[in-house]
């Protein structure tokens, strides 16, 4: 292990040191340190946002990167369609945890359909649901359909919700004659 001089403080550390034991710099043995992970915009923009950003990982000065475009992918990301851990889609969002119009994800947060172990929405699907129609293991709802509660008009609902996906073709279980 060789002994380099730390960028921030000067004090000697390995080139191998993570942080500076003296004054807590990332990568102290590297003379530039970018930070870590990974960012990349298309050049193509909207209203001065990015068509597509990624992004994941921390800035140089330690700071989490976060995905801000109409396509945003990210550990954190805002967009208006949005891939992420922790996100916002304004209008769709994927993910671990979302807040958007539309939703699916372990915690859906949604104004009109979120999809996931915990959902809320106008329409929610999920183990636990908060919704006016809502399907679910436990929820509240003014329409639920579950294991316990079994409203009529949250089974009609969801019925034709499934005859209307149904006729939209192949990929929602009605296959197309040739």
Known sequence: MALVSCRECGKEVSTSARTCPHCGAPRPGDQIWQGTGFEWQSSRTFLGYPLVHVAFGRTAQGNMRVAKGVIAIGQFAVGFITLAQFGIGLLFGFGQFLVGFTAL??????????????????????????????????????????????????????????????????????????
Do not use: C, N
Request: no cysteine; aromatic share 14%.
């Open 105 to 178: 994800a372990q915690v859906a947060i949604a104004l009109y359909v979120g999809v996931g172990q915990i959902a809320t929405g106008y329409v929610a699907l999920g183990q636990v649901v908060l919704a006016h129609y809502g399907l679910a293991q436990i929820g509240w709802a003014s329409h639920l359909w579950s294991p316990r509660h079994r409203d009529p008009q949250a089974m009609e609902y969801f019925t034709h919700l499934l005859e209307v996906l149904k006729s939209w073709g192949p990929f929602f279980g009605k296959s197309q004659p040739p």
